[in-house]
């Protein structure tokens, strides 16, 4: 009797290890099921659907076909969806956020989002097509899966612009007589000027100057060799942006929808434990010195996985995090670790909240994870780093022919798996 008692001793935790090791192996093994559902094939379908210009002075009618196309696909999922509905001043039109809601009874959420809005030339196949099917097949998985948060999926609207500051630049390039019909400027030596105030500005900017005095920085550099006209075009753009900061040009240039959605939401944003938002994840290459990065951000600096800083490929993933988001930043570069997904990354995470990135490294929040940093809410941006790799970015060659569909087949499970292992 003692003998067996003594074994007891012994056998009971090594049952009790074993038995976890099983569990542990069987959820490994219904999570790789799970990863296995991404398919190719439909993300490229929802691309075809969506492909085009969405816009909304160029192409509002596609715009809001595309939103009914979400909800649409959403439905079809399971979804509870609901649609955010908003105006901007100066505006008529009804502008949607699209939502569909897995419900799982948590008392918390995760968000995973994407813009479905284009530039005005642009197809918009990989911004952000490509962010907006990956959306739509990690839902469509997801409805399916056990999930301890509720999950909540939105596409917004209006990331690329604001349409009313929009429709006032287009009137000052028309009456500044620079352009053609089609909005062209028709001199060589004003395209090169405005360049060169670009470059200016970035310079001022980098140098912790407001965007006011950037501009002006930039017109006392170059108004000795600009023409009468040229001059009174740069003052006209001097007054549009007089009234943009660093702190409130998200949501009154880029990120529209998104910033109204979180001030329609304020009372419940305490519900959102973090937000993965899919920005541009199509493209990626092996091609040396194809990646650039952001002005303040020096690679060395950050943590990667399978990167070779010497050759600077544009063949990983890029992670943009504010200093509240690394719980999460940390889950999703775990699971592109996993051996099932082996994505390779570039963990741009800093230490810093919205007020500090404002004033250093200001390029880091172009996207629609910027509304929620400002409020204090773990997101991360997950991308293929828009122009800083991607050459057709804002383009008209922005097409399904440039796309990486592994590629973007690893970021969807690498966010799927993200949301299957978050505490």
């Given at each position: 009797?003692?003998?067996?008692?003594?074994?007891?001793?012994?056998?009971?935790?090594?049952?009790?290890?074993?038995?976890?090791?099983?569990?542990?192996?069987?959820?490994?093994?219904?999570?790789?099921?799970?990863?296995?559902?991404?398919?190719?094939?439909?993300?490229?379908?929802?691309?075809?659907y969506i492909e085009g210009v969405?816009?909304?002075?160029?192409?509002?009618?596609?715009?809001?076909?595309?939103?009914?196309?979400?909800?649409?696909?959403?439905?079809?999922?399971?979804?509870?969806?609901?649609?955010?509905?908003?105006?901007?001043?100066?505006?008529?039109?009804?502008?949607?956020?699209?939502?569909?809601?897995?419900?799982?009874?948590?008392?918390?959420?995760?968000?995973?989002?994407?813009?479905?809005?284009?530039?005005?030339?642009?197809?918009?196949?990989?911004?952000?097509?490509?962010?907006?099917?990956?959306?739509?097949?990690?839902?469509?998985?997801?409805?399916?899966?056990?999930?301890?948060?509720?999950?909540?999926?939105?596409?917004?609207?209006?990331?690329?612009?604001?349409?009313?500051?929009?429709?006032?630049?287009?009137?000052?390039?028309?009456?500044?007589?620079?352009?053609?019909?089609?909005?062209?400027?028709?001199?060589?030596?004003?395209?090169?000027?405005?360049?060169?105030?670009?470059?200016?500005?970035?310079?001022?900017?980098?140098?912790?100057?407001?965007?006011?005095?950037?501009?002006?920085?930039?017109?006392?550099?170059?108004?000795?060799?600009?023409?009468?006209?040229?001059?009174?075009?740069?003052?006209?753009?001097?007054?549009?942006?007089?009234?943009?900061?660093?702190?409130?040009?998200?949501?009154?240039?880029?990120?529209?929808?998104?910033?109204?959605?979180?001030?329609?939401?304020?009372?419940?944003?305490?519900?959102?434990?973090?937000?993965?938002?899919?920005?541009?994840?199509?493209?990626?290459?092996?091609?040396?010195?194809?990646?650039?990065?952001?002005?303040?951000?020096?690679?060395?600096?950050?943590?990667?996985?399978?990167?070779?800083?010497?050759?600077?490929?544009?063949?990983?993933?890029?992670?943009?995090?504010?200093?509240?988001?690394?719980?999460?930043?940390?889950?999703?570069?775990?699971?592109?670790?996993?051996?099932?997904?082996?994505?390779?990354?570039?963990?741009?995470?800093?230490?810093?909240?919205?007020?500090?990135?404002?004033?250093?490294?200001?390029?880091?929040?172009?996207?629609?994870?910027?509304?929620?940093?400002?409020?204090?809410?773990?997101?991360?941006?997950?991308?293929?780093?828009?122009?800083?790799?991607?050459?057709?970015?804002?383009?008209?060659?922005?097409?399904?022919?440039?796309?990486n569909f592994n590629f973007m087949?690893?970021?969807?499970?690498?966010?799927?798996?993200?949301?299957?292992?978050?505490?």
């Amino acid at each position: 009797m003692l003998l067996n008692k003594t074994l007891d001793k012994f056998l009971i935790p090594k049952k009790e290890f074993l038995i976890r090791l099983i569990k542990r192996g069987t959820n490994l093994l219904s999570i790789k099921t799970i990863l296995d559902q991404v398919d190719i094939e439909n993300l490229y379908q929802h691309l075809l659907y969506i492909e085009g210009v969405k816009h909304p002075l160029d192409n509002p009618e596609l715009l809001d076909e595309v939103a009914n196309y979400l909800r649409w696909e959403m439905e079809e999922f399971g979804l509870e969806t609901k649609e955010h509905v908003f105006r901007v001043d100066g505006f008529d039109f009804d502008f949607r956020n699209i939502e569909g809601l897995i419900d799982n009874g948590s008392e918390s959420e995760i968000l995973v989002t994407s813009h479905y809005d284009t530039m005005n030339v642009s197809p918009g196949v990989n911004d952000n097509g490509s962010g907006v099917a990956g959306m739509l097949e990690i839902a469509r998985i997801l409805s399916n899966a056990k999930i301890k948060s509720n999950i909540r999926f939105i596409g917004f609207t209006l990331e690329e612009c604001h349409p009313t500051r929009e429709r006032i630049f287009r009137k000052l390039m028309m009456d500044s007589k620079l352009i053609d019909e089609e909005l062209r400027f028709t001199s060589y030596h004003t395209i090169k000027l405005l360049d060169k105030i670009d470059e200016l500005r970035e310079e001022a900017i980098i140098q912790g100057k407001s965007i006011t005095e950037s501009w002006q920085f930039a017109y006392d550099i170059v108004k000795n060799d600009a023409t009468k006209k040229e001059l009174q075009y740069i003052e006209s753009l001097k007054k549009h942006y007089a009234n943009i900061t660093r702190m409130n040009w998200i949501g009154k240039t880029i990120c529209v929808g998104s910033t109204s959605w979180v001030k329609a939401h304020r009372k419940s944003l305490d519900k959102i434990a973090g937000v993965i938002n899919l920005e541009e994840i199509g493209y990626s290459t092996e091609k040396k010195f194809s990646q650039n990065y952001p002005s303040g951000i020096d690679p060395k600096n950050y943590s990667s996985y399978k990167i070779n800083l010497e050759e600077m490929k544009g063949n990983f993933v890029g992670i943009f995090a504010d200093k509240n988001s690394s719980a999460l930043t940390q889950t999703f570069c775990k699971q592109c670790q996993d051996e099932c997904i082996d994505l390779p990354y570039h963990n741009l995470e800093v230490a810093m909240n919205f007020e500090e990135i404002s004033l250093k490294i200001i390029d880091l929040l172009r996207s629609d994870h910027a509304p929620f940093w400002r409020e204090g809410i773990p997101a991360i941006t997950v991308t293929d780093t828009f122009e800083f790799r991607y050459p057709y970015y804002h383009t008209e060659a922005d097409i399904m022919d440039n796309l990486n569909f592994n590629f973007m087949k690893k970021i969807c499970q690498a966010t799927i798996a993200t949301l299957l292992n978050l505490p």
